[in-house]
């Protein structure tokens, strides 16, 4: 149950550090760069808002080699 959420927020800092590269700031001084990130977060806010209004799917979560082996397959 804990790891759900925790699925949820290593989403979004994979979206931040994909799309608007967080990884590193552009500015030197706490302020600034606290201000980065939060207008990164505001960035990625309207990303996925861009996304829900267009019907742009999520993307897939990954499944492990090994899941894939456990799960049955189904012929059509």
């Known amino acids: 149950e804990r790891y759900k959420h925790r699925a949820g927020i290593e989403g979004t800092i994979s ?4 799309r608007c590269g967080m990884r590193r700031t ?4 706490l302020r600034k ?9 505001c960035a990625v ?3 996925r808002i861009d996304a829900w ?3 742009i799917p999520l993307a897939a979560t990954r499944v492990s080699h ?5 799960t049955p397959v189904t012929l059509k």
């Open 66 to 70: 090994f899941t894939r082996l456990r």
């Open 26 to 29: 552009r500015y030197t001084g």
């Open 15 to 18: 979206q931040a550090v994909a």
């Open 45 to 47: 806010n309207l990303i």
């Open 33 to 41: 760069t606290h201000l980065q990130h939060v207008m990164t977060a």
């Open 53 to 55: 209004n267009t019907g």
